[in-house]
């Protein structure tokens, strides 16, 4: 059965430090990758996406995300947390856009 | 969120009741979807239109209805055969095959 991982439930980390949320996927069979973000009582908002273009994915402010096929990984990055980046974020994964699968999500506590 | 709205934000139900939650979007998109969100479970699909006049039941859609007689519109009944509707909905639309867009969110709670 296909399914998203995300491994972590929570990640806190110091504003200034780097941010690695990591999300992994069941196949190997080259699917489409996502990642949202969202802020509480809020809808989803795209960060990123992979369509099998470059495996090295930038998004809006400041996330990228590293497409591993060897791994099945799609993990998360930001070389710098922002107060602002304190969220929920979910790992989405498609095999061929008819059904989108969710990851449970990681919530970022950015501390000051 | 851009081009989808879903009214209203905050729902109150009383048990035995049936409400509708509204989507409503601009973006000309073909396919609508609404998902049911619970803390600490992602995202799970109730129902999903690829075209006016049609939809499919997603993977919770007990409890649930729906109808698409708009492209811009796929409104959502929780009716009172769904045992526990209190949760966050989500509707998102979809161009062709290619990202889906979120709304807001409606959030539900039965008295």
Known sequence: AQSVTQLDSHVSVSEGTPVLLRCNYSSSYSPSLFWYVQHPNKGLQLLLKYTSAATLVKGINGFEAEFKKSETSFHLTKPSAHMSDAAEYFCVVSWNFNKFYFGSGTKLNVKP | ?111
């Not at chain 2, 048990?15 to 992602?42: I, K």
């Open chain 2, 1 to 111: 969120d851009g081009g989808i709205t879903q009214s209203p934000k905050y729902l109150f139900r009383k048990e035995g009741q049936n409400v509708t939650l509204s989507c409503e979007q601009n973006l000309n998109h073909d396919a609508m979807y609404w998902y049911r969100q619970d803390p600490g479970q992602g995202l799970r699909l109730i129902y999903y239109s690829q075209i006016v006049n049609d939809f499919q039941k997603g993977d919770i859609a007990e409890g649930y209805s729906v109808s698409r007689e708009k492209k811009e519109s796929f409104p959502l009944t929780v009716t009172s055969a769904q045992k526990n509707p209190t949760a966050f909905y989500l509707c998102a639309t979809q161009r062709d095959t290619d990202t889906q867009y979120f709304g807001p969110g409606t959030r539900l709670t039965v008295l």
